[in-house]
Protein backbone atom coordinates (compact mmCIF):
# COMPACT_ATOMS: atom_id res chain seq x y z
CA UNK A 1 0.00 0.00 0.00
CA UNK A 2 1.47 3.13 -1.33
CA UNK A 3 1.72 5.85 1.66
CA UNK A 4 1.98 9.83 1.07
CA UNK A 5 3.50 12.16 3.81
CA UNK A 6 3.86 16.00 3.11
CA UNK A 7 6.47 18.07 4.98
CA UNK A 8 7.13 21.71 4.96
CA UNK A 9 6.82 25.05 6.87
CA UNK A 10 3.35 25.47 8.37
CA UNK A 11 4.07 29.37 8.06
CA UNK A 12 4.56 31.10 5.28
CA UNK A 13 4.64 35.18 4.80
CA UNK A 14 2.12 37.29 2.30
CA UNK A 15 3.88 37.84 -0.96
CA UNK A 16 6.74 34.62 -0.40
CA UNK A 17 6.38 31.21 -1.89
CA UNK A 18 5.57 28.38 -0.59
CA UNK A 19 6.52 25.13 -0.61
CA UNK A 20 6.05 21.77 -0.10
CA UNK A 21 7.43 18.18 -0.70
CA UNK A 22 5.50 14.69 -0.59
CA UNK A 23 7.40 11.54 0.20
CA UNK A 24 6.01 8.74 -1.65
CA UNK A 25 6.72 5.03 0.67
CA UNK A 26 5.22 1.94 -0.20
CA UNK A 27 6.07 2.24 -3.64
CA UNK A 28 7.78 4.09 -6.93
CA UNK A 29 7.22 7.21 -8.23
CA UNK A 30 8.27 6.20 -11.68
CA UNK A 31 4.31 5.49 -12.35
CA UNK A 32 1.48 6.90 -12.37
CA UNK A 33 0.51 10.72 -11.84
CA UNK A 34 0.63 12.45 -8.84
CA UNK A 35 -1.12 15.28 -7.45
CA UNK A 36 -1.70 18.27 -5.07
CA UNK A 37 -5.11 18.91 -3.37
CA UNK A 38 -5.74 22.38 -1.09
CA UNK A 39 -8.43 22.63 1.55
CA UNK A 40 -8.97 26.46 3.26
CA UNK A 41 -10.30 25.93 7.11
CA UNK A 42 -13.83 24.67 7.18
CA UNK A 43 -13.78 25.04 3.32
CA UNK A 44 -14.38 22.32 0.44
CA UNK A 45 -11.61 20.72 -1.69
CA UNK A 46 -9.48 22.68 -4.87
CA UNK A 47 -7.41 20.85 -7.46
CA UNK A 48 -4.10 22.41 -7.54
CA UNK A 49 -2.81 19.99 -10.13
CA UNK A 50 -0.90 16.89 -10.82
CA UNK A 51 2.33 15.71 -12.58
CA UNK A 52 3.46 12.37 -14.09
CA UNK A 53 6.69 11.13 -13.42
CA UNK A 54 8.22 11.59 -16.09
CA UNK A 55 7.61 15.61 -15.62
CA UNK A 56 4.68 16.21 -18.06
CA UNK A 57 2.37 18.81 -15.84
CA UNK A 58 -1.37 19.42 -15.77
CA UNK A 59 -2.10 23.06 -13.44
CA UNK A 60 -5.43 24.24 -12.34
CA UNK A 61 -5.88 27.41 -14.25
CA UNK A 62 -6.67 29.29 -11.31
CA UNK A 63 -3.40 28.81 -9.86
CA UNK A 64 -0.96 28.53 -12.90
CA UNK A 65 0.61 31.24 -13.19
CA UNK A 66 1.75 31.04 -9.12
CA UNK A 67 2.21 26.88 -9.54
CA UNK A 68 4.90 24.60 -10.00
CA UNK A 69 5.19 20.75 -9.54
CA UNK A 70 8.11 18.88 -9.88
CA UNK A 71 9.35 15.55 -9.23
CA UNK A 72 12.34 13.63 -7.86
CA UNK A 73 12.29 10.37 -8.88
CA UNK A 74 15.40 9.41 -6.60
CA UNK A 75 14.43 10.28 -3.93
CA UNK A 76 10.49 9.41 -4.47
CA UNK A 77 9.72 12.96 -3.95
CA UNK A 78 7.52 15.20 -5.82
CA UNK A 79 7.10 19.23 -4.90
CA UNK A 80 4.87 21.71 -4.80
CA UNK A 81 5.37 25.75 -5.18
CA UNK A 82 3.18 29.07 -5.01
CA UNK A 83 4.70 32.19 -5.41
CA UNK A 84 3.40 35.55 -4.37
CA UNK A 85 1.08 33.48 -1.33
CA UNK A 86 -1.63 35.89 0.11
CA UNK A 87 -4.02 34.70 3.31
CA UNK A 88 -6.45 33.28 0.69
CA UNK A 89 -3.28 30.74 0.43
CA UNK A 90 -3.98 29.35 3.81
CA UNK A 91 -5.37 25.93 3.52
CA UNK A 92 -4.81 22.44 4.44
CA UNK A 93 -2.39 20.58 1.35
CA UNK A 94 -2.76 17.15 0.98
CA UNK A 95 -0.96 15.55 -1.51
CA UNK A 96 -1.98 12.39 -3.28
CA UNK A 97 -2.12 9.22 -6.09
CA UNK A 98 -3.51 9.80 -9.14
CA UNK A 99 -4.59 6.20 -10.08
CA UNK A 100 -6.39 4.63 -12.76
CA UNK A 101 -8.41 7.34 -15.29
CA UNK A 102 -7.61 10.82 -12.97
CA UNK A 103 -9.03 9.93 -9.72
CA UNK A 104 -7.28 10.36 -6.27
CA UNK A 105 -6.76 7.27 -5.11
CA UNK A 106 -4.53 7.23 -1.90
CA UNK A 107 -4.40 10.70 -0.33
CA UNK A 108 -1.50 12.14 2.54
CA UNK A 109 -2.42 13.44 5.93
CA UNK A 110 -2.20 17.04 4.82
CA UNK A 111 -0.38 19.06 6.27
CA UNK A 112 -1.79 22.66 6.94
CA UNK A 113 0.35 26.07 5.59
CA UNK A 114 -0.60 29.39 7.04
CA UNK A 115 0.06 32.44 5.46
CA UNK A 116 0.45 35.16 7.71
CA UNK A 117 3.10 38.00 8.82
CA UNK B 1 -14.34 24.21 -15.41
CA UNK B 2 -17.71 21.60 -14.45
CA UNK B 3 -19.57 22.67 -11.83
CA UNK B 4 -20.28 20.22 -9.01
CA UNK B 5 -23.34 20.59 -7.23
CA UNK B 6 -24.12 18.63 -4.40
CA UNK B 7 -27.30 18.05 -2.43
CA UNK B 8 -28.46 18.12 0.19
CA UNK B 9 -25.59 20.17 1.73
CA UNK B 10 -26.10 18.86 5.05
CA UNK B 11 -28.02 15.43 6.58
CA UNK B 12 -28.93 13.73 9.23
CA UNK B 13 -30.13 10.26 9.26
CA UNK B 14 -31.04 7.53 11.88
CA UNK B 15 -28.17 4.47 12.54
CA UNK B 16 -29.74 1.72 10.13
CA UNK B 17 -31.60 3.91 7.89
CA UNK B 18 -30.58 4.65 4.39
CA UNK B 19 -28.93 7.96 3.24
CA UNK B 20 -28.57 9.90 -0.11
CA UNK B 21 -26.43 11.72 -1.33
CA UNK B 22 -27.06 13.63 -4.55
CA UNK B 23 -24.34 14.88 -7.20
CA UNK B 24 -25.24 17.31 -10.91
CA UNK B 25 -22.65 18.25 -13.11
CA UNK B 26 -22.99 21.48 -15.21
CA UNK B 27 -22.06 18.89 -18.07
CA UNK B 28 -21.91 15.37 -18.75
CA UNK B 29 -18.77 13.37 -17.44
CA UNK B 30 -19.88 10.27 -19.70
CA UNK B 31 -17.22 9.65 -22.23
CA UNK B 32 -18.84 7.98 -25.02
CA UNK B 33 -15.64 6.14 -26.54
CA UNK B 34 -15.26 4.26 -23.60
CA UNK B 35 -18.94 4.32 -21.67
CA UNK B 36 -17.43 5.32 -18.39
CA UNK B 37 -18.59 7.81 -16.09
CA UNK B 38 -15.61 9.90 -14.70
CA UNK B 39 -17.07 10.47 -11.45
CA UNK B 40 -15.34 9.71 -7.92
CA UNK B 41 -16.72 9.97 -4.59
CA UNK B 42 -14.57 10.74 -1.45
CA UNK B 43 -15.20 10.38 2.41
CA UNK B 44 -13.73 12.58 5.01
CA UNK B 45 -14.00 12.22 8.56
CA UNK B 46 -13.21 14.72 11.17
CA UNK B 47 -9.57 15.50 10.99
CA UNK B 48 -8.73 12.82 8.61
CA UNK B 49 -8.02 13.27 5.07
CA UNK B 50 -10.24 12.39 2.29
CA UNK B 51 -10.95 9.09 1.16
CA UNK B 52 -11.37 7.42 -2.24
CA UNK B 53 -14.81 5.05 -1.93
CA UNK B 54 -16.46 5.21 -5.45
CA UNK B 55 -14.71 5.35 -8.89
CA UNK B 56 -16.08 5.37 -12.76
CA UNK B 57 -19.72 6.60 -10.82
CA UNK B 58 -20.80 2.95 -8.64
CA UNK B 59 -17.17 0.93 -8.69
CA UNK B 60 -16.33 0.60 -4.97
CA UNK B 61 -12.56 0.96 -4.01
CA UNK B 62 -11.10 -1.79 -2.71
CA UNK B 63 -11.83 -2.32 1.29
CA UNK B 64 -15.05 -0.17 0.85
CA UNK B 65 -18.09 -1.44 3.15
CA UNK B 66 -20.88 -2.76 0.43
CA UNK B 67 -23.14 -0.45 2.22
CA UNK B 68 -22.27 2.18 0.00
CA UNK B 69 -22.96 2.35 -3.64
CA UNK B 70 -22.91 4.76 -6.58
CA UNK B 71 -25.10 5.31 -9.34
CA UNK B 72 -26.01 7.75 -12.34
CA UNK B 73 -24.82 8.62 -15.55
CA UNK B 74 -24.06 11.97 -17.59
CA UNK B 75 -25.13 14.79 -15.36
CA UNK B 76 -27.21 13.20 -12.20
CA UNK B 77 -25.23 10.88 -9.83
CA UNK B 78 -26.39 9.39 -6.41
CA UNK B 79 -24.39 7.82 -3.53
CA UNK B 80 -26.19 5.88 -0.99
CA UNK B 81 -25.30 4.12 1.94
CA UNK B 82 -27.86 1.74 2.56
CA UNK B 83 -27.81 0.92 6.41
CA UNK B 84 -25.99 4.06 8.14
CA UNK B 85 -23.28 2.68 10.68
CA UNK B 86 -22.19 5.70 13.05
CA UNK B 87 -18.43 5.58 11.65
CA UNK B 88 -20.24 7.06 8.54
CA UNK B 89 -20.93 10.23 10.05
CA UNK B 90 -18.02 12.38 7.22
CA UNK B 91 -18.34 15.08 5.17
CA UNK B 92 -18.57 13.33 1.29
CA UNK B 93 -17.43 14.80 -1.91
CA UNK B 94 -18.28 14.07 -5.34
CA UNK B 95 -15.68 14.77 -7.91
CA UNK B 96 -15.60 15.14 -11.55
CA UNK B 97 -12.08 13.83 -13.50
CA UNK B 98 -14.05 13.84 -16.95
CA UNK B 99 -11.94 17.48 -17.80
CA UNK B 100 -9.52 19.76 -16.61
CA UNK B 101 -9.25 21.45 -14.24
CA UNK B 102 -10.64 18.42 -11.85
CA UNK B 103 -13.37 19.79 -9.28
CA UNK B 104 -15.04 18.70 -6.58
CA UNK B 105 -18.60 19.52 -5.19
CA UNK B 106 -18.89 21.29 -2.11
CA UNK B 107 -19.49 18.71 0.28
CA UNK B 108 -22.46 16.89 1.97
CA UNK B 109 -22.39 16.73 6.09
CA UNK B 110 -23.72 13.40 6.98
CA UNK B 111 -24.92 13.15 10.69
CA UNK B 112 -26.43 10.83 12.97
CA UNK B 113 -30.05 11.53 13.96
Known amino acids: QVQLQESGPGLVKPSETLSLTCTVS????????WGWIRQPPGKGLEWIGH???????NYNPSLKSRVTISVDTSKNQFSLKLTSVTAADTAVYYC???????????WGQGTLVTVSS | DIVMTQSPDSLTVSLGERATINCKSS????????????LAWHQQKPGQPPKLLIY???TRESGVPDRFSGSGSGTDFTLTISSLQAEDVAVYYC?????????FGQGTKLEIK
Open chain 2, 95 to 103: QQYYSSPKT
Open chain 1, 26 to 33: GGSISSDY
Open chain 1, 96 to 106: ARVGGGGYEDQ
Open chain 1, 51 to 57: IYYSGIT
Open chain 2, 56 to 58: WAS
Open chain 2, 27 to 38: QSVLYSSNNKNY
